[in-house]
Nanobody, 118 residues
C-alpha cells in the first residue's frame, strides 16, 4: 500500500506561481513512477507531468504545460513537487498525485484545488 497526500493548492492570479507537494508513505520502495494529474470541471482527468523513481528521474510533460511546469523529487523527504509558473485560467483544476508500482498498481491522493483567477 502507498499513501499519497497533496498540498500547496490555492487561489492565484493569472501569471502567478504555485508549488504543489505530494508526500508518499507506506511501500514507497515499490514505486516506479509518480505523476501529477488534473481534472477540471466537466472534463476528464489528464496527465500533467510524471517522473520515474530510478536514477536521476525521467520526466514527461503534457504539451499544454511544457516550459511552465517542472516536476521534481526529493527522495530524502519522499516528496514529489510540481512547480507551476505562468499560470493560466485554464490551469484551474483539482490536481491529483498518482503513484504506480513496479507491479502496475495505481494509488491516488485526494487532490488539491488550484484556482487561477483575477
Amino acid at each position: 500500500q502507498v499513501q499519497l497526500v497533496e498540498s500547496g493548492g490555492g487561489l492565484v492570479q493569472p501569471g502567478g506561481s504555485l508549488r504543489l507537494s505530494c508526500v508518499a508513505s507506506g511501500s514507497i520502495w515499490n514505486i516506479n513512477n509518480v505523476g501529477w494529474y488534473r481534472q477540471a470541471p466537466g472534463k476528464e482527468r489528464e496527465l500533467v507531468a510524471s517522473i520515474t523513481s530510478g536514477g536521476t528521474g525521467t520526466t514527461n510533460y503534457a504539451d499544454s504545460v511544457k516550459g511552465r511546469f517542472t516536476i521534481s523529487r526529493d527522495n530524502a523527504k519522499n516528496t514529489v513537487y510540481l512547480q507551476m509558473s505562468s499560470l493560466k485560467p485554464e490551469d484551474t483544476a483539482v490536481y491529483y498525485c498518482n503513484s504506480r508500482t513496479y507491479g502496475g498498481r495505481n494509488y491516488w491522493g485526494k487532490g488539491t484545488l488550484v484556482t487561477v483567477s483575477s
